[in-house]
T-cell receptor
Framework: NAGVTQTPKFQVLKTGQSMTLQCAQD?????MSWYRQDPGMGLRLIHY???????DQGEVPNGYNVSRSTTEDFPLRLLSAAPSQTSVYFC?????????????FGPGTRLTVT | TQLLEQSPQFLSIQEGENLTVYCNSS?????LQWYRQEPGEGPVLLVT?????EVKKLKRLTFQFGDARKDSSLHITAAQPGDTGLYLC?????????????FGKGTKLSVKP
């Protein structure tokens, strides 16, 4: 069981570039989420999905897109990178309400936008 | 915006000391979770508390959920350097969904040998 995997581990982008952060889980969890973690701000929810084909916005969705075509994968797309998107990004999965929304986190992607 | 306040924000202690971290809100939670995060890694779930007044123990860590389910505490007895890390609490709002899971900003604990 690999749990939640994320790629890449580190990424540097120039302003205006686009990229996709990959996330996969092998626990057959219905719920998946993307968070960003910034100093002094804690973990903030970007987008989440309650199942394949269903996504919704979290607290800070602007500048990011998601889709969920399979239970296992939940990629996060940055459409046009901005310095304000410099952050550490975590993908998480959970059983949802049946599991008290307990989150299983990936190792994170550290993104720098110059 | 719903808030979950953690205190203290930073804590630096000597090995063997005891400490308590607090997580407070004006909102009622159906459950509350505690996570520990080490540098360069994702948070790892320590415990979930569900019932008001519930106490759970994990070796030297004791977690308590407030009677009204609005607050929680984490007490560490005889802290060890291996306890060093960022401790996060997260509350699931009553009747909420994945989008209603709120994280505190964390307590950064440093335990010196």
């Amino acid at each position: 069981n690999a749990g939640v995997t994320q790629t890449p581990k580190f990424q540097v982008l120039k302003t205006g570039q686009s990229m996709t952060l990959q996330c996969a889980q092998d626990m057959n969890h219905e719920y998946m989420s993307w968070y960003r973690q910034d100093p002094g701000m804690g973990l903030r929810l970007i987008h989440y999905s309650v199942g394949a084909g269903i996504t919704d916005q979290g607290e800070v969705p602007n500048g990011y897109n998601v889709s969920r075509s399979t239970t296992e994968d939940f990629p996060l797309r940055l459409l046009s990178a901005a310095p304000s998107q410099t952050s550490v990004y975590f993908c998480a999965s959970s059983y949802g309400s049946g599991g008290g929304y307990e989150q299983y986190f990936g190792p994170g992607t550290r993104l720098t936008v110059t | 915006t719903q808030l979950l306040e953690q205190s203290p924000q930073f804590l630096s202690i000597q090995e063997g000391e005891n400490l308590t971290v607090y997580c407070n809100s004006s909102s009622v939670f159906s459950s509350l979770q505690w996570y520990r995060q080490e540098p360069g890694e994702g948070p790892v779930l320590l415990v979930t508390v569900v019932t008001g007044g519930e106490v759970k123990k994990l070796k030297r860590l004791t977690f308590q959920f407030g009677d009204a389910r609005k607050d929680s505490s984490l007490h560490i007895t005889a802290a060890q350097p291996g306890d060093t890390g960022l401790y996060l609490c997260a509350g699931a709002l009553n009747g909420g969904s994945q989008g209603n899971l709120i994280f505190g900003k964390g307590t950064k604990l440093s335990v010196k040998p």
